[in-house]
Structure formats: C-alpha cells, structure tokens
C-alpha cells in the first residue's frame, strides 16, 4: 500500500510563492508519474504539472495555465515530489492534490492541500 501527504499549501498574496511537498510512504514500486492536480469549486479537476518516466529519462510537463510559473521536481532519497508555485494568481486558488501512477499497481492520491491567492 502506498500513502501520499501534501502539504505546503496556504494563504498567499497575488505575486508570492508557495512550494507544495508530495511524500510517498509504503510499497513504492515501478512508478510511472507523479502528477499535481488541483481543483476549484464548481471546476473539473486539472492536471497542473507532471514528472513522467520515459525511455530516456524523466520528462516534465506542465499546463499551459502554468507554464513558465510553476516547476516540478523531485528527490529520490525523499521520496517526495515537489510543486514550486511562483507569480501566484487568485485563479490558482485550488486544492492541490499529487497522484503517483503505477505500470502494475494502480494509482494513488494524497488527500489535497489547500493553495488560496488573494488579490
């Protein structure tokens, strides 16, 4: 079984940063992505950035709504995977939430952590 926990959310003013954590705990084994998501009320879930697993290595992607202002990493020996949010916007108030894809196991998500930007 594997457990995610997020946090590093908060109440930020429009322009600060915020740095969101992902732990990964328990049977951690052939992972494919870790992917955030957030989600607002009343708007559909979105896939925010991703760290995906390729032939030649890892690969980021992110969404157009964030590109340029947010950046993916990770570190291994942490397990964690890391959201680093810059020139925050009241629109990317959400809860953001981290899910590691697995090639045989399925996948898993943390419980959300709330990111609230006000202007």
């Known amino acids: 079984q594997v457990q995610l926990v997020e946090s590093g959310g908060g109440l930020v003013q429009a322009g600060g940063s915020l740095q969101l954590s992902c732990v990964a705990s328990?049977?951690?084994?052939?992972?494919?992505?870790v992917v955030w998501y957030r989600q607002a009320p009343g708007i559909e879930r979105e896939m925010v950035a991703e760290?995906?697993?390729?032939?030649?290595?890892?690969?980021?992607n992110y969404a157009d709504s964030v590109q340029d202002r947010f950046t993916i990493s990770s570190d291994s020996s942490k397990n964690t995977v890391y959201l680093h949010m810059n020139s925050l916007k009241p629109e990317d108030t959400a809860v953001y939430y981290c899910?590691?894809?697995?090639?045989?196991?399925?996948?898993?998500w943390g419980q959300g952590t709330q990111v609230t930007v006000y202007s």
């Open positions: 899910k590691l894809e697995t090639f045989f196991a399925g996948d898993y």
């Open positions: 760290i995906r697993r390729g032939s030649s290595g890892s690969s980021e």
């Open positions: 328990g049977s951690i084994f052939a992972m494919n992505a």
